[in-house]
Nanobody, 124 residues
Framework: QVQLVESGGGLVQAGGSLRLTCAAS????????MGWYRQAPGKERELVAG???????NYADSVEGRFTISRDNAKNTVYLQMNSLKPEDTAVYYC??????????????????WGQGTQVTVSS
């Protein structure tokens, strides 16, 4: 069993900053992807930033240069530092981790786990 716990959302004025945290716990053998998505009202969920297992990162064009994804592998934790926030960044933010678990001598297939979501609201 794996659990993801998010924290760090809130209300901030335009131009402000927030830092989101997503900590994974439980039966974790390996994490092959760590990323952040967001979903605004009436819109589809979109990838904001992500790490691949090789360590490279990618960002949505709309957040490039303002948001930074980072991670602490020892703590199975991924962060999203959000600077220069804009009202259009308002959304529920979800972390997404692709995790392999181990049961005895067997490893599970990779499974995509989602955090519970945290609301980020940017006022103008």
């Amino acid at each position: 069993q794996v659990q993801l716990v998010e924290s760090g959302g809130g209300l901030v004025q335009a131009g402000g900053s927030l830092r989101l945290t997503c900590a994974a716990s439980g039966n974790i053998f390996s994490i092959n992807f760590m990323g952040w998505y967001r979903q605004a009202p009436g819109k589809e969920r979109e990838l904001v930033a992500g790490f691949t297992s090789g360590g490279s990162t990618n960002y949505a064009d709309s957040v490039e240069g303002r948001f930074t994804i980072s991670r602490d592998n020892a703590k199975n934790t991924v962060y999203l530092q959000m600077n220069s926030l804009k009202p259009e960044d308002t959304a529920v933010y979800y972390c997404n981790l692709h995790i392999v678990s181990q049961y005895g001598g067997n490893r599970s297939p990779q499974y995509a786990y989602w955090g519970q979501g945290t609301q980020v609201t940017v006022s103008s």
